[in-house]
T-cell receptor, first 115, second 115 residues
Framework: AQTVTQSQPEMSVQEAETVTLSCTYDTSENNYYLFWYKQPPSRQMILVIR??????QNATENRFSVNFQKAAKSFSLKISDSQLGDTAMYFCAFLLMNRDDKIIFGKGTRLHILP | SAVISQKPSRDICQRGTSLTIQCQVDSQVTMMFWYRQQPGQSLTLIAT?????????ESGFVIDKFPISRPNLTFSTLTVSNMSPEDSSIYLC????????????FGPGTRLTVL
């Protein structure tokens, strides 16, 4: 069975700093997706970034980038030049590719951006 | 992505009553899911809503308690039946848009409080 672990329940950083959220996962499969979702206090879950396991290049979306280490089964999220609006819960998630399976979420990291 | 709406956005209900939550998408989707998220927690999958047939429920969730309908490719309902305070939670629908590769997008959620 697949598992996703987020070891940081809560983090705080100053505005404009760079912050890295950790995520590790466990699977014996080779083809899968990894996601980071953001859930602000408004509770809408927003897709931040997606990575296909077969791609070696790390995904990037503006200020958000990932460090995908497949051998280490690590998928960290880096937020550069953090903004107050980045304050949210961040969930790492795993999904097997081309399989009728459910997405597996980590327990989340609550990120506070301080003014 | 897809634009997803949920009704109601929040409700306060009495013990023993039932509430039906609607999820509407602005385009046809291949898959629709219902999740529960208790305060400060991660997401728990309730069921996969199947178009024209019975939903597929996860362990711990049953049709009598959480009946689900999906009459077409853009609409689904989740009913929380015979509610108790333990059902107080956020309920989210998510979809995989047609033509998308397995990525789930989430509705804004329904915050339910049972007194």
């Amino acid at each position: 069975a697949q598992t996703v672990t987020q070891s940081q329940p809560e983090m705080s950083v100053q505005e404009a700093e760079t912050v890295t959220l950790s995520c590790t996962y466990d699977t014996s499969e080779n083809n899968y997706y990894l996601f980071w979702y953001k859930q602000p206090p408004s509770r809408q879950m927003i897709l931040v970034i997606r990575q296909e396991a077969y791609k070696q290049q790390n995904a990037t979306e503006n200020r958000f980038s990932v460090n995908f280490q497949k051998a280490a089964k690590s998928f960290s999220l880096k937020i550069s030049d953090s903004q107050l609006g980045d304050t949210a819960m961040y969930f790492c998630a795993f999904l097997l590719m081309n399989r009728d399976d459910k997405i597996i979420f980590g327990k989340g990291t609550r990120l506070h951006i301080l003014p | 992505s897809a634009v997803i709406s949920q009704k109601p956005s929040r409700d306060i209900c009495q013990r023993g009553t039932s509430l039906t939550i609607q999820c509407q998408v602005d385009s046809q989707v291949t898959m629709m899911f219902w999740y529960r998220q208790q305060p400060g927690q991660s997401l728990t999958l309730i069921a996969t809503a199947n178009q024209g047939s019975e939903a597929t429920y996860e362990s711990g969730f049953v049709i009598d308690k959480f009946p689900i309908s999906r009459p077409n490719l853009t609409f689904s309902t989740l009913t929380v039946s015979n509610m108790s305070p333990e059902d107080s939670s956020i309920y989210l629908c998510s979809v995989v848009p047609r033509g998308n590769t397995d990525t789930q997008y989430f509705g804004p959620g329904t915050r339910l409080t049972v007194l």
